[in-house]
């Protein structure tokens, strides 16, 4: 049987559009579906990528309904309200649980055997509405959770090294967003632990360097949406790397938004870690071996997200 590579994605906004652009321009998918509430901003995405076919591996792309993710590899869920200049991602709660609820629920009906990855922020607590509502085993379900933290933060110290950000190994895990951990302690470029790196290299790093770096990390996105109103660039990279992953059965190693099951004494609840991502999803989680600190660190993040999804199950309408 030839193997289709179909994705759906659910929000033709920016991100779910440039998502599809992405996806269209690395030639992944032979069939995409956009799906939207708005159906003339789906057809209209649709038609803006297809008039660029000759110019891009032929694949079907259109606006459907739910009826087409049936057959979908991937969903890739970008439906719902953006954060505006001064709002955190947390201020979308509520109103974007209802709607990743509704979706989630559309896609139990219709599609068979999709992999879901959500976007939609706050993305750890949208990822555990989804989670909760699918069908689907936990593995199949996670958000895109802090892989554009780690992107930034990898691209943050590729700039302040002067090295390829593909040479630097660094994670940012835990929460998309205010609870956010950089794991300094395993932080390495080619296998060189960073401190040892540090002296290595000629470069003199002021010593409060490294809380420099991770805030620029933290508060890049509303940096980005302060000058410009939105972010799609980065996140549709990373949510085309996942369903690259997934699609290829890559077994690539991406730090993602998972249901905890006992990692640390946490228990339900979906936050950033590193996974082996491949046909199917989620095919083990990596347990980082982390320090006091960042053990720290993510149960207090583990705690918070927690009380959030309460405040969410009980209060939204
Ligand atoms: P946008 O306003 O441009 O697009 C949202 C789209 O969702 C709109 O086209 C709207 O019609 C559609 N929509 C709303 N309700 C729907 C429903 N029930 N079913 C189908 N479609 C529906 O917003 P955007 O800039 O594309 O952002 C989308 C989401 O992605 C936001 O929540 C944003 O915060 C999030 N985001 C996440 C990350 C991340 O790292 N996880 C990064 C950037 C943006």
Known sequence: MIKKNKVAIVGAGQVGATTAYTLAVKGLVSELVIIDINTDKAKGEALDINHGMPFLNPAKIYAGTYQDTKDA???????????????????LIHSNNRIVQDIVKQLNTHADDPVIIVATNPVDLMALTAQRTSKQPKEKVFGSGTLLDTARFRFTLAQNCHIEARSIQADIIGEHGEGEIPVWSLANISGVPMATYCSICNRICESQKREQIFLEVRDAGMEVIKK?????????????????????????????????????????????????????????????????????DFIATSAVLKELARDMEEFTP
């Open 73 to 91: 590899e991937v969903v890739i869920i970008t439906a719902g309200l953006p954060r505006r200049p001064g709002q955190s991602r947390r201020d």
């Open 228 to 296: 410009k109103g939105a972010t799609y660039y980065a996140i549709a990279l990373t949510l085309t790397r996942l369903a690259e992953a997934v699609l290829k059965d890559e077994h690539s190693v991406l730090t993602v938004s998972m249901h905890i099951n006992g990692y640390l004494g946490i228990y339900d609840v979906s936050m950033g870690l590193p996974a082996v991502i491949g046909s199917g999803g989620i095919q083990k989680t990596i347990e980082l071996p982390l320090n006091q600190q960042e053990r720290e």
